[in-house]
């Protein structure tokens, strides 16, 4: 198949629920392939899969994020145009600073009873529902990091499912088939909502500051130190929320039934905080939550012996990329000793994702614990997938607990 017929499947429903035979496709026609001028493709010049070309171009700062056409008109493009995720330098590197003031090793550290307390609750819950089966992303995957996040960041827990609604909003909107003038509706309102909610939380940490980082940025802000004007306070809280517990249910999720079909894995994970660790990077390599992102060109080049022009788009398939055959042999085989560079799915460069250390912390504490006390754990009905290819992970996933340790 060329490029032209993998994309097209690959954008299809078949390619959404399982885009790996086509990153597999893609790789067969090397590490970049120029995508041919067509209606559907009109932003993209060519499509990266290998990983060396991949991090290449995002640890080049003059690869540059494009804003699309239009943004300021509306609600959801200007808040993210206005967050550290989607600018680029100076901007980026001005807002960086400020949340990098905040994601100290101190409240990284301050976080971990936080997280074991989390999981404690929510496995006495499920050992609650006794043999019955349950969803583990209800149950699990998405309360522990929204639990952990809402701590961290300051969200009043009982605001998280408000929250859930609107980030989902915003999450269908930038998968690649969701530009749609429905869609685009639905993320405005939701933006403008947590705006609203974001302006009345920061309000009452003005009056009544903690220990969360929301506290931690308002005194920065007001300090008048650091070059970060409330509006993009807001919209960096919006963004950072969504992309730093997103991803870890995702990681969860996702990370699972992969444990469970190595038994060998999930039975030894409980007290070998190395291989806990290794089964974390193993599972964001393998089912990277995040599947794409794009980068322009800052002039005429060439990527890999592909010309590009100034301005014009590369899709970079980081998901794609962590299965490049030339850097990991075996690359569909889950191995979490496996030696290696590391796995694209936090990025890699300037805009590396800031919660990286706690969406790992979260995984290396978490699985053990779950595995410890369900070492019966069982998938029972195939996996409900997302259907984005922007943000890719489990939404469903019913499980047999099949009793507690002794």
Same mark, same amino acid.
């Given at each position: 198949?060329?490029?032209?017929?993998?994309?097209?499947?690959?954008?299809?429903?078949?390619?959404?629920?399982?885009?790996?035979?086509?990153?597999?496709?893609? =790789?067969?026609?090397?590490?970049? &392939?120029?995508?041919?001028?067509?209606? +559907? =493709?009109?932003?993209?010049?060519?499509?990266?899969?290998?990983?060396?070309?991949?991090?290449?171009?995002?640890?080049?700062?003059?690869?540059? /994020?494009?804003?699309?056409?239009?943004?300021?008109?509306?609600?959801?493009?200007?808040?993210?145009?206005?967050?550290?995720?989607?600018?680029?330098?100076?901007?980026?590197?001005?807002?960086?600073?400020?949340?990098? /003031?905040?994601?100290?090793?101190?409240?990284? @550290?301050?976080?971990?009873?936080?997280?074991?307390?989390?999981?404690?609750?929510?496995?006495?819950?499920?050992?609650?529902?006794? +043999?019955?089966?349950?969803?583990?992303?209800?149950?699990?995957? #998405?309360?522990?990091?929204?639990?952990?996040?809402?701590?961290?960041?300051?969200?009043?827990?009982?605001?998280?499912?408000? #929250?859930?609604?609107?980030?989902? *909003?915003?999450? +269908?909107?930038?998968?690649?088939?969701? /530009?749609?003038?429905?869609?685009?509706?639905?993320?405005?309102?939701?933006?403008?909502?947590?705006?609203?909610?974001?302006?009345?939380?920061?309000?009452?940490?003005?009056?009544?500051? @903690?220990?969360?980082?929301?506290?931690?940025?308002?005194?920065?802000?007001?300090?008048?130190?650091?070059?970060?004007?409330?509006?993009?306070?807001? &919209?960096?809280?919006?963004?950072?929320?969504?992309?730093?517990?997103?991803?870890?249910?995702?990681?969860?999720?996702? @990370?699972?039934?992969? $444990?469970?079909?190595? !038994?060998?894995?999930?039975?030894?994970?409980?007290?070998?905080?190395?291989?806990?660790?290794?089964?974390?990077?193993?599972?964001?390599?393998?089912?990277?939550?995040?599947?794409?992102?794009?980068?322009?060109?800052?002039?005429?080049?060439?990527?890999?012996?592909?010309?590009?022009?100034?301005?014009?788009?590369?899709?970079?398939?980081?998901?794609?990329?962590?299965?490049?055959?030339?850097?990991?042999?075996?690359?569909? *085989?889950?191995? !979490?000793?496996?030696?290696?560079? !590391?796995?694209?799915?936090?990025?890699?460069?300037?805009?590396?994702?800031?919660?990286?250390?706690?969406?790992?912390? +979260?995984?290396? $504490?978490?699985?053990?614990?779950?595995?410890?006390?369900?070492? *019966?754990?069982?998938?029972?009905?195939?996996?409900?997938?997302?259907?984005?290819?922007?943000?890719?992970?489990?939404? /469903?996933?019913?499980?047999?607990? @099949?009793?507690?340790?002794?």
């Amino acid at each position: 198949m060329d490029v032209t017929q993998l994309l097209t499947r690959l954008y299809s429903d078949e390619g959404r629920q399982d885009p790996y035979p086509c990153y597999a496709g893609l =790789h067969e026609l090397g590490p970049v &392939s120029p995508v041919p001028a067509r209606a +559907e =493709h009109r932003s993209v010049a060519a499509v990266a899969v290998g990983y060396d070309l991949v991090s290449q171009v995002l640890r080049d700062p003059e690869w540059y /994020k494009q804003p699309p056409p239009g943004w300021q008109e509306q609600e959801v493009l200007r808040t993210l145009q206005t967050s550290m995720m989607f600018v680029n330098p100076p901007d980026h590197t001005r807002m960086r600073a400020v949340f990098a /003031k905040t994601f100290t090793p101190r409240r990284l @550290g301050a976080l971990e009873p936080a997280v074991h307390r989390v999981v404690d609750g929510l496995l006495d819950r499920m050992a609650d529902a006794g +043999e019955t089966g349950f969803d583990f992303v209800a149950e699990f995957a #998405y309360p522990m990091p929204a639990l952990v996040m809402a701590e961290f960041i300051g969200i009043p827990a009982g605001e998280l499912d408000f #929250y859930r609604q609107r980030v989902e *909003r915003i999450d +269908e909107f930038l998968d690649v088939a969701g /530009k749609t003038p429905q869609r685009l509706a639905a993320a405005n309102t939701a933006a403008a909502e947590l705006r609203d909610f974001y302006a009345d939380l920061i309000a009452h940490r003005r009056r009544q500051p @903690g220990e969360d980082l929301i506290s931690g940025l308002v005194e920065a802000v007001d300090s008048g130190d650091v070059g970060l004007s409330a509006d993009e306070l807001v &919209s960096n809280l919006i963004v950072l929320f969504n992309a730093a517990f997103v991803t870890t249910v995702y990681m969860f999720s996702n @990370g699972l039934p992969l $444990l469970l079909a190595h !038994p060998d894995v999930a039975a030894a994970l409980p007290g070998d905080d190395t291989l806990a660790r290794g089964a974390v990077d193993e599972i964001l390599r393998l089912e990277a939550p995040v599947h794409f992102l794009a980068r322009a060109a800052p002039r005429d080049t060439e990527l890999g012996g592909v010309p590009v022009a100034g301005d014009e788009n590369v899709l970079l398939i980081i998901a794609a990329a962590n299965r490049d055959p030339a850097r990991f042999p075996e690359p569909d *085989r889950f191995d !979490p000793r496996r030696p290696g560079p !590391p796995s694209l799915a936090f990025g890699v460069g300037l805009h590396f994702c800031l919660g990286a250390a706690v969406s790992r912390l +979260e995984g290396r $504490l978490a699985l053990p614990k779950l595995l410890a006390r369900f070492p *019966r754990l069982a998938v029972a009905e195939p996996p409900t997938y997302s259907g984005s290819l922007f943000l890719r992970g489990i939404d /469903k996933l019913l499980v047999h607990p @099949g009793g507690e340790a002794a």
